[in-house]
């Protein structure tokens, strides 16, 4: 195709016959995008954002699979930036989805205080100090907390949902308690929680967590979700997600 830059390819999404436009040298969605569009909800009418978008997965996922009425994404790194925007236009979602080039640190000011119903956002999951090499490297930025940490990622999106507003993330259950205690600092109450396991017998790898922005406190968490029943087979629950 004359859109794709050298080293890049086309993936099927197994939803709505939607593409992708990814590139491995940069950083190819992982089943924790796939998840994450499977535990949040958006509503008709409802505007949702998705922080650190990398290559557009997670708001293309979100409109195929909810009833949102509007998406955004928003992405620092320019090449990502740009290959989202060419994957939202290859499948025809222009009306549908915008990309928006800028810093997770200044989403407040970029679209302004109480400005969607949702916001979601697979971070980067290893604080910035474990064994970098190239800190500006596409793949560490996707990874490690070397332009935004934690904080800065739960404050903004405090700041952009208005009252009533949903927030969704998938993390590392290692920094569960990092996460709850920042959620619950700037307001963001925990409402729902799934931790995800690779195998019934194994410890969780990711954890799927919702919050309520003014919430009162109550959460529920919900029963497992095992990806492997066994070795390259997913569960019945894992293929529903990815819509085989």
């Known amino acids: 195709?004359?859109?794709l830059l050298l080293g890049e390819r086309i993936d099927?999404?197994?939803r709505n016959?939607?593409?992708i436009i990814q590139n491995p040298e940069r950083f190819c969605f992982g089943m924790d995008a796939v998840l994450l569009s499977g535990f949040a909800r958006a509503k008709k009418q409802e505007r949702c954002l998705d922080l650190g978008c990398g290559n557009g997965?997670?708001?293309?996922?979100m409109e195929a699979k909810t009833e949102g009425k509007h998406f955004t994404g928003l992405e620092i790194q320019p090449e990502s930036a740009d290959m989202a925007k060419r994957s939202v236009a290859l499948n025809g979602l222009q009306d549908r989805i915008d990309i928006v080039e800028g810093d997770i640190k200044d989403a407040s000011k970029i679209f302004g205080a109480s400005s969607f119903h949702v916001v979601t956002t697979n971070p980067p999951y290893m604080t910035a100090q474990h064994g970098?090499?190239?800190v500006y490297e596409a793949k560490t930025i996707a990874r490690h907390e070397v332009l935004c940490n934690l904080e800065d990622i739960i404050r903004e999106s405090a700041r952009l949902l208005m009252p009533g507003g949903r927030f969704y993330m998938v993390h590392r259950p290692f920094r569960l308690a990092e996460i709850i205690s920042l959620m619950v600092q700037y307001r963001m109450e925990p409402k729902r929680m799934r931790l995800v396991y690779p195998y019934v017998d194994?410890?969780?790898n990711m954890v799927l967590i919702e919050g309520l922005r003014g919430g009162k406190s109550r959460m529920t968490v919900e029963k497992p979700l095992i990806v492997y029943k066994e070795p390259g087979k997913y569960t019945d629950e894992i293929y529903d997600v990815y819509g085989y």
Do not use: A, C, D
């Not at 997965?57 to 996922?61: A, D, F, H, K, V």
């Open 202 to 204: 194994r410890e969780p």
């Open 17 to 19: 016959g939607y593409r």
């Open 1 to 3: 195709m004359s859109n």
């Open 57 to 61: 997965i997670i708001p293309i996922l």
């Open 132 to 134: 970098l090499t190239n």
């Open 12 to 14: 099927e999404l197994q």
